[in-house]
């Protein structure tokens, strides 16, 4: 029944994508194409009863830091939530990251009940990090969330569904004075002092539709509500276009174009660390489960290898032994140098005890290309507040 689903999903997007062509596709495109009008007009109600103060929004006690994007996946957040959260703690921050762990395994029946019974007094978030150690794994964690505590040290990554309960638990009970919001943009239920928002300059918009049409989550003149506007997947001198659009629906919002710039190759299960210039001239085969694969593989060739074979799933699937197996023999028959994957993919590979094709992941960074002055103001302003001035007044 998953392994339909995810096929499904997949077909579904590529609709969408306008990927798929044919009777079946078509028919499925008008369909969503409906629904959009109906989305839209939900989107719009829900903002609009929030800055009407019908539904309330909860205030933190602290900085929230909404870092979101107006698009369904692919934006390349995670490396921009882990710069952020890197930079506020190098500063003195305590930071939690609250993320809501999209598509992480639910906790056992019983425990869940048990929940729903509980006193708010004893209400716990699943704790990924608590600034120490790592507590959950990727299934558990959600496959993200799980990275985030992994790669950062002294901050703390918490999963729930309920941010409001989650942000509270780390300022009353962890001592945070910063909060991440992780894909926060539509969490409207806190109070956001800071709204971050990444644009994909490969596909700013998507294919301009709402969903279920389309990939945005909302319309882009909702970019109003940006205090920054993120540029990912940048080049130097190649947005002017992009820009002058964004402008038009928010006109003071500070820009900053960046790209997510390659460290190193780092193997799935042992920590054996390799430089790029491995990858010159290698056959290799590339894996990956995400949003936009092509921007993985682009990046691959770029430092010179060469992709012998490539295997798309869905958006967050997790592996099983047999996919595995099946594209490393692929691998094999070819005489590959090596199985090459995303970061967030490779937390989502299963245990093998040996393996006969090594598989490595790309290790980025997110790297500014533009607007350097902006990001260091954008930092001091949140760790060095004016005397006598919080940062979540500051902020407002």
Known sequence: MR???????????EVILGRRYGKRASILRWVLYFFSFGYRAAVQTRI????????????????????????????????????????????????????????????????RIMARFRSK???KPRIV???????????????????????????????DKNRVGSGLYAVNKMGCDTLLLDDGMQFLHVK????????????????????????????????????????????????????????TYNRTAEIIECSHKPLHLEHAFTGETLPLEWLNGKFIGALSAIAAPESFEDALVK??????????????HRF?????????????????????????????????EKLDVPIYYLRVEIEILTGHESWQHLVDRICNPLPMMKPERFFG
């Not at 979101?68 to 003195?92: D, I, M």
């Not at 920054?228 to 992009?242: P, R």
């Open 129 to 159: 990090s608590d600034g120490n150690s790592v507590l959950l794994d990727s299934r558990m964690a959600g496959d993200e969330p799980y990275m985030l505590a992994k790669n950062l040290k002294n901050v703390i990554v918490l999963v």
């Open 192 to 247: 956001h002092g800071l709204e971050i928002v990444l644009i994909d300059r490969q596909a700013p918009f998507g294919n301009e539709f709402l969903l279920p049409r389309g990939t945005l989550r909302e319309p882009p003149e909702n970019l109003k509500r940006a205090s920054y506007i993120f540029i990912t997947k940048s080049i130097v001198d190649g947005n002017e276009e992009l820009i002058k659009r964004i402008r």
């Open 48 to 111: 609009f009863f929030f800055h009407k103060r019908i539904f309330r929004e909860h205030h933190m006690g602290c900085l929230v830091i909404s870092i979101g994007n107006l698009t369904v996946g692919g934006t390349g957040k995670t490396p921009v939530v882990e710069r952020f959260a890197r930079a506020l703690e190098a500063g003195g921050r305590r930071v939690a990251i609250l993320s809501r762990g999209y598509k992480s395994r639910k906790l056992p029946l019983g425990k």
């Open 320 to 352: 099983s032994h047999a996919d595995l197996n099946n594209f490393t023999t692929r691998c094999i028959r070819r005489d590959l140098a090596a199985i090459i994957t995303t970061e967030k993919d490779s937390v989502r590979l299963p245990k093998f």
């Open 3 to 13: 392994r339909w689903l995810e096929e499904f999903e997949q077909f579904a997007i």
């Open 303 to 316: 430092l010179g290898a060469k992709i012998e074979i490539s295997k798309h799933f869905a958006d967050h």
């Open 121 to 123: 007094a004893e209400y």
